[in-house]
């Protein structure tokens, strides 16, 4: 039966806050959740199954071991959980992932971060804009902590579209962090934005984020044949912001 699969029985969560890392525009929230799992030295804590994910193993260099494309990493002692996945999901199963991964959070009490890019063009030396959305009381939190609202109507499509979505449906306390992002090549910069000026505020949790920008090419190389899938892929399969009156 397709669910979550806990791997690492011995960690124990209470209402964790959690960080999704789809890739999607600019590869903002997968560069960024992928920075705190490092950062905080997280557990991996749980494998996704849900119903249409990729039938994939995935490994890292130097490492043998074999893992699902999409996982929970856990700190038990922050009460933090992150969702990292290698894969993007599929518009046509964009639903069924967002089902299984909102009912896992609902049970666990779970407050999600979920993130996007949105499109710009940024200027040299420019810092990239945070806006923050909200399903249940998530708009307490965003306003608690002073994090902007969007300058114009949008809307967030892919699948992190698809799970604020069920987020509503359900009345879960959510946030979508918004961030001006390139849209062409990862962006590490707005990735730093997202830790510094919302995750970390939101979480009261403090992230090192110098070498984000001081690796910004390492990262942009690591990461630029997924970009290249996620700029190739329909807007419905690339977790993305955009002005409403694009779908006008």
């Known amino acids: 039966m397709s669910g979550v699969t806990i791997v690492a029985e011995d960690v124990e969560l209470d209402s964790p806050t959690l960080v999704e890392g789809l890739p999607g525009l600019g590869l903002v929230g997968k560069i960024a959740t992928d920075h705190i799992v490092e950062k905080c ?5 749980a494998s996704f199954d849900c119903e249409g994910l990729p039938r994939i193993a995935v490994y890292d260099e130097g490492d043998r071991d074999l893992q699902p494309p999409v996982r929970l990493y856990a700190d038990e002692e922050r009460d933090l959980v992150a969702l990292k996945s290698d894969v993007p999901v599929s518009a046509d199963t964009a639903p069924q992932f967002a089902d299984c991964a909102v009912s896992w959070m609902l049970n666990h009490d779970a407050t999600p971060l979920f993130m996007s890019g949105l499109p710009h063009q940024k200027e040299a030396g ?23 609202t969007p300058p114009e109507a949008g809307a967030v499509g892919g699948p992190t579209g698809a799970l604020l979505a069920d987020a509503a449906d359900a009345d879960l306390d959510a946030v979508g962090l918004i961030v001006q992002s390139d849209p062409r090549f990862p962006d590490p910069e707005a990735a730093r934005v997202l830790i510094e000026d919302g995750i970390s505020r939101l979480t009261d949790i403090d992230v090192p984020t110098d ?8 990262i942009r190389e690591q990461k630029e044949q997924l970009a290249q899938r996620m700029q190739q892929a329909d807007t419905d399969e690339s977790s993305q912001a955009q002005p409403l009156q694009m779908f006008q």
């Open 41 to 45: 030295e997280m557990t991996y804590y």
């Open 211 to 218: 070498d984000l920008v001081e690796r910004a090419e390492e």
């Open 126 to 148: 420019q810092v990239p804009n945070l806006y923050g959305v909200a399903t249940g009381a998530g708009g307490d939190l965003l306003d608690e902590h002073d994090i902007g």
